[in-house]
């Protein structure tokens, strides 16, 4: 099984990269591997593939924050990126061909002049919206990894004309105010001498094409309102208010547009019985008196079922056990934690009268006064010394 190379190492930039220094790496990158520079170099490709899956990443502000934390497992849902198979060559050149600008060469590689290959091809609609959920995990699910299967309403490609927008593949014809180019240059005479600006044109926002004929079914939007069952793979060890992301899961973009993200927040469902402290799991554990004296053995509850301790005799109130290894696992690491185990004697709040003699007698003896210099450690040092 292979193993993704680091974004960063990728695009040759370091983790303190301005976006502009991104894009331009990006930009660099994709020049050296083009296909059309490697014609039938299946290696160049792949990496060509794999700047752009890098791009997507560390351009967006989001998934940059998300996967300098928690590496490629925080970006887990992407299916794999581009090199996975998740997007075709049209899509590539469709979301960052814009990034090149006018440069004449360029145009033709990403579709600025005729497209690849020669030829008008249409240009893509407005990028769908991204979308928001919240999954509940138990403890056990955050241990383990879980994966979940949910109905997400959004908007979805209209089936009956492919997201296109029109009646059929007929419907298309080229911008009468833009010729095609998707692009209005406007000049005007300054005091500086003439500026030519360039906007996007406002009849076809920028697609070259407009429709002659609708689809009756989305009213041209390429789109409609629907339900989509996603899964979702969601790795061992993620924390409340961590997100995850799944590229291309949000809302359908309109008339052929790339679609947005589905974005996944991690909510933990609470333990009746444990408390999560990092990748620790604390539990406090309460015993009577005879059993601290005397010592016993206890169940305790884990994340993943019981636990057989043994307190020894003369056990302290406020002494800690720990269980190794019995935590949550690191999200983007091998390590794992601990449960830790407070020890709490109990100390009932009535007495009978019976009782009360008895304890009158051992107040008496030396054996059951406090001594500190005998005592444990105190509880602030002991979890010192755990953590060190």
């Known amino acids: 099984m292979s193993t993704k190379r680091d974004y960063y190492e990728i695009l040759v930039v370091a983790k303190s990269s ?12 994709a020049m050296q591997f083009h296909p059309d520079r490697n014609p039938n170099n299946k290696e160049a490709e792949e990496k060509f593939k794999e700047a752009a899956e890098a791009y997507e990443v560390l351009s967006d502000p989001d998934k940059r924050a998300q996967y300098d934390r928690f590496g490629h497992a925080g970006m887990n849902g992407n299916r794999g990126g581009y090199g996975g198979g998740g997007m075709n060559m049209d899509d590539i050149f ?7 600008g006018n440069d004449d060469i360029f145009g033709s590689f990403f579709g600025g002049g005729g497209g690849r290959g020669g030829g008008n091809r ?14 509940r995990l138990t403890y056990e699910e955050i241990a383990k990894g879980a994966n979940k299967k949910i109905k997400v309403k959004k908007y979805v490609p209209c089936q009956h ?38 906007t996007t044109c406002p009849t076809c926002h920028g697609e070259g094409q407009t429709i002659t004929s609708k689809c009756g079914h989305c009213k041209g939007e390429g789109r409609m309102y629907g339900e989509e069952t996603v899964s979702i793979d969601i790795p061992a060890g993620v924390q409340e208010g961590m997100q995850l992301s799944m590229s ?4 359908a973009g309109e008339r052929g547009g790339a679609p947005g993200d589905l974005l996944i927040l991690i909510e933990e469902e609470p333990h009746p019985e444990l408390q999560r402290d990092g990748l620790n799991v604390a539990y ?13 053995s206890v169940e305790v509850p884990t994340i993943d079922g019981k636990a057989k301790i043994k307190i ?15 935590g949550f696992p690191s999200v983007n690491s091998y390590e794992k934690g601990d449960q830790l185990i407070h020890v709490n004697v109990w100390t009932p709040q009535h007495v009978s009268s019976e ?34």
Do not use: H, W
Not at 179 to 188: D, E, N
Not at 284 to 293: E, G, H, R
């Open 284 to 296: 406090d554990l309460y015993i009577s008196f005879p059993d601290a004296v005397y010592g016993t």
């Open 161 to 198: 004309c492919g997201g296109l927008g029109a009646k059929d593949k007929n419907a298309f014809q080229s911008c009468n105010t833009c010729g095609g180019s998707g692009q209005v240059r406007k000049v005007t005479q300054t005091f500086l001498g003439q500026m030519q600006t360039v």
């Open 94 to 100: 469709s979301n960052f061909g814009d990034i090149f």
């Open 18 to 29: 301005t976006q502009d220094e991104i894009k331009k790496a990006y930009r660099k990158v």
């Open 355 to 388: 009782e009360k003699e008895m304890l009158d007698k051992l107040q008496s003896s030396d054996n059951f006064k406090p001594n500190p210099e005998k005592s444990e450690k105190g509880f602030f040092e002991k979890v010192r010394d755990i953590f060190s």
């Open 312 to 326: 020894p005799a003369g056990t302290q109130s406020g002494k800690i056990f720990r269980l190794k290894g019995k």
């Open 248 to 251: 291309g899961k949000g809302n």
């Open 122 to 135: 249409r240009g893509r609609g407005t990028r769908g919206s991204n979308l928001r959920v919240k999954i």
